[in-house]
């Protein structure tokens, strides 16, 4: 019977390689040259896929799948490393703050303290949201401070595409984030005209937890009709 192909050699022996072994040698190089670029196209279907990107959990406690959170800055920043950036977006994701609640997303996966994962930031998901038995909107917004939910508004940057028609002012449904900005609108404040044609006017933003429309800055209007 022939010997083991895959016999170690000991120092001084002569080396002779059988076929079998030479092969296997050969083999095990492809499958490694595979997977490294089945990485490499992981990667970068994750960042064609710009919808999705990978979330670490900053916030000090585990959350669910479907939990949302706000998103600092990279934890790569191309000054850290150009290559690690361009490959990979990986943000630090924090329990929502006023200054970051129109940059967020809602989690894939339930995540442990510290730990990374992916979450959607564009597109339809499923997530829960905190209404008004009486009065369902049309949309949905960050809630400052909560992770559990997205608050139910008439004006905010995520669609609400369905949400259960019964329950409790906590219920499921499936809506779809946009980085347009749905909660600003213009106030137009005077019907006279400037020496150019512009009306004067303030862009506003709905404020859910105040009840109130807030003037984020001044700016001029055409009327399109004239």
Aim: net charge negative; hydrophobic share 45%.
């Amino acid at each position: 019977m022939p010997g083991d192909p895959f016999k170690n050699v000991t120092p001084g022996q002569r080396l002779e390689i059988p076929a079998a072994a030479y092969n296997a040698f050969l083999d095990a190089a492809r499958q490694a040259r595979g997977n490294l670029h089945d990485t490499d196209r992981d990667a970068n279907a994750l960042m064609r896929q710009s919808g999705i990107v990978r979330v670490r959990n900053t916030t000090g406690a585990d959350l669910n799948r479907f939990a949302v959170v706000s998103l600092n800055a990279p934890i790569i920043t191309p000054a850290d490393n150009l290559q690690e950036f361009q490959n990979a977006v990986i943000f630090d994701g924090v329990v929502p703050t006023a200054v970051l609640k129109e940059r967020f997303a809602v989690l894939l996966e339930p995540l442990a303290a510290d730990a990374t994962g992916r979450a959607v930031v564009s597109g339809v998901t499923v997530v829960k949201v905190r209404v008004d038995p009486a009065q369902l909107y049309d949309f949905a917004a960050v809630e400052v401070g909560e992770t559990g939910w997205l608050r139910n508004v008439p004006h905010g940057t995520a669609r609400v595409l369905w949400v259960q028609s019964s329950g409790s002012v906590e219920r499921w449904a499936v809506v779809r984030l946009d980085d347009g900005d749905f909660q600003a609108h213009v106030l137009v404040t005077s019907n006279a005209p400037d020496a150019d044609g512009y009306f004067p006017g303030e862009v506003q933003r709905y404020d859910p937890a105040m009840k109130t429309w807030q003037t984020l800055f001044a700016c001029k209007v055409v009327d399109v009709n004239q």
